[in-house]
């Protein structure tokens, strides 16, 4: 874009409040500018507390919204932190000769501007439709004419949803029995062997050569894996979990899953990039100052984390410990006997924990009897009152939820006393199957609860994907517990979406269901810090927006209230980017118009 183009872009933009184009135009020094945009700010606040009939009903409360954030964005404490002004950068593009450089902004960073003075100016146009026929009536008729919006709502939303498919559709379970034919086929074993688990993950799927033989790739896919193993970052995939994927490449029913295990050259560079770059810390999470010893990680006052094994019998893309997770076939994935025990003893000695997550990796790996070993150690203190196993097995080898093994866990489930819990990832609903279904119902009848943790990614961020996930996971037994922002690490960037998506998604999708089903909680998981709840203004922060159009958010520790934390800095996905994807995948993007809106 050139510099006439960005002034004549500007102007159109700040000509929506003629107050603030002439207060960033004129020739007061920047500090004086930011005073008077207060000033104009506040003046536009007490009008929106008077009967402004200049507004529209609820653009008031958009107009306090984006005024708040205008403001914290101006702030000396917002511009430290950013490392920039954004007035100063406003008033940059406005005035800068032909042969003056800067950085130049991006059609997000526009759109972004706009969007905020809209909001400002309550003129967001967001409420196209006249006021609800139902509100002038009362009684019988308004409730039958208040009836009937809500259906169109739920239509509206079903429609959405009946474009996904879960893996119980009659179609799918025959497309996948298909699929399973062929890989038994190919390896040459018995329906007796699939069945097992120990098979599974003796033949992992390793190579792209061996990929290619049982599902189409495209040439970038096969490079991709191909690069991985050349490059030792680990690449598995269960056959089972091969099995839910359609035969050819390309296909819109599978793509959650094929992302989720075939890594882009994207990530395979940037993994690779950074392991050789000392200086990088592939640690986002900052486990290392978590961590007290190895094998446990520690955020909060009563839990702990046990990490007996570091490895998965599949690998997962976006996984946030990708940094430590090793081959599946490696020897020192598992924490040496030595460890395991200081670690042990090092839970026995902190009475103040009461639960303990045993993670990983994924401690199904290990046989029934050592997990039940760790799991009998854990228990052996009184004061631990709930144990989790966090496991992805239900649904890349559900053939690993054996009887016995459940048996084995339930044993130290005592109602009123302890209990022992599960907890898992589905990510997608064409992951859901009748095998994992079957693996979900064993700890149910065993009394034991399993609940999901998904990682809302562009794979799944479709409007009423997650929604349908949530009511398949009911149906099946799985009670939605967090939904996670994936994690801002640079390898999987394409994995990312704006917070305000998420933020959106819960407002405007999951608010629409039953309350049974939409029982997660949306987060952010700081580094270091833990959990931040995104629907939880107070928790957040927007403080500027970057010239390519991202947003800056400051985040606060969950303990701010009880001590003193630091914050945590971070550069979102720029929204315009995300739309442009989602348009190019042949989304509707006019169903995400208010995503803008929320901060």
């Known amino acids: 874009m050139k510099k006439q183009q960005i002034k004549t872009r500007l102007r159109s933009i700040l000509s929506i409040a003629p107050q603030l184009h002439d207060i960033i135009v004129s020739s007061a020094t920047i500090e004086e500018k930011k005073d008077d945009v207060h000033t104009w700010l506040s003046d536009i606040l007490v009008k929106t507390y008077k009967d402004n009939s200049n507004i529209k009903p609820l653009e008031y409360s958009l107009v306090h919204d984006a005024i708040t954030v205008f403001r914290r964005i101006l702030s000396d404490r917002s511009e430290k932190l950013a490392g920039y002004s954004f007035i100063g950068y406003l008033v940059t593009l406005s005035t800068a000769s032909n042969d003056e450089v800067f950085e130049r902004p991006t059609t997000g960073f526009f759109m972004e501007l706009e969007r905020l003075v809209r909001g400002i100016m309550g003129t967001t146009g967001i409420y196209v439709t006249k006021s609800p026929a139902f509100i002038k009536h009362e009684g019988p008729k308004a409730a039958r004419m208040r009836s009937a919006d809500l259906s169109r709502m739920a239509r509206a939303s079903q429609k959405f949803m009946n474009t996904y498919t879960s893996g119980l559709e009659n179609d799918a379970v025959r497309r996948r029995s298909r699929n399973k034919a062929r890989i038994i086929n190919l390896f040459g074993v018995t329906d007796l062997e699939w069945r097992k688990w120990e ?3 003796k033949n992992t799927i390793r190579d792209a050569d061996t990929l290619r033989k049982l599902v189409k790739l495209t040439d970038e896919e096969y490079e991709a894996v191909q690069r991985a193993r050349d490059l030792k970052i680990p690449f598995a995939i269960t056959p089972y979990y091969l099995s839910l994927m359609d035969l050819d490449s390309g296909g819109r029913r599978d793509k959650a899953i094929r992302a989720q295990v075939i890594p882009s050259l994207h990530y395979v560079n940037k993994l690779a990039e950074h392991k050789h770059n000392q200086e990088h810390s592939m640690d986002f999470m900052l486990e290392y100052d978590t961590s007290p010893i190895e094998g446990i990680t520690r955020r909060y006052p009563n839990v702990v984390i046990l990490k007996p094994v570091l490895t998965c019998p599949q690998i997962c893309v976006y996984c946030q410990r990708n940094w430590e997770i090793e081959d599946v076939d490696s020897a020192s994935a598992a ?5 395991l025990e200081t670690a042990l003893d090092w839970i026995k000695n902190t009475p103040e924990i009461n639960e303990v997550l045993i993670t990983g990796g994924d401690p199904l790996l290990l046989s029934d009897r050592k997990l039940g070993s760790i799991v009998s150690r854990v228990a052996a203190n009184p004061n ?4 989790r196993i966090g496991t992805r097995t239900l ?12 048996r084995e866990l339930a044993r130290f489930q005592i109602p009123g006393k302890r209990e022992v819990v599960i907890i898992t990832h ?6 859901i199957t009748p095998q994992s279904m079957a693996a979900v119902q064993k700890f149910r009848r065993n009394g034991m609860e399993i609940y999901n943790q998904l990682v809302f990614t562009y794979y799944n961020s479709r409007k009423f994907e997650a929604c349908f996930l949530r009511q398949q996971l009911c149906l099946i037994g799985v009670t939605p517990y967090y939904t996670f922002n994936a994690k801002g690490k640079a390898e999987t960037s394409d994995f990312r979406v704006p917070i305000s998506r998420l933020m959106q998604e819960q407002k405007e999708e999951a608010r629409l269901m039953p309350g049974t089903v939409r029982t997660d909680e949306i987060v952010f998981n700081v580094p270091g810090l833990g959990k931040n709840y995104l629907k939880a203004s107070q928790h957040h922060d927007i403080i500027s927006i970057t010239p390519d159009g991202r947003r800056v958010y400051e985040f606060h520790p969950w303990e701010k209230k009880l001590a003193l934390a630091k914050t ?3 550069k979102d996905v720029p929204i315009y980017d995300y739309l442009k994807r989602l348009k190019s995948d042949g989304q509707d993007i006019s169903a995400y118009r208010t995503i803008w809106y929320y901060y």
């Open 199 to 201: 098979w599974h993950l």
């Open 335 to 339: 924490l040496p006997k030595s460890k």
């Open 384 to 387: 631990i009152i709930r144990i």
């Open 395 to 406: 649904v890349t080898m559900p053939q690993r939820i054996t009887e016995s093994l459940v």
């Open 568 to 570: 945590y800095l971070y």
């Open 426 to 431: 589905f990510e997608h609903p064409y992951e």
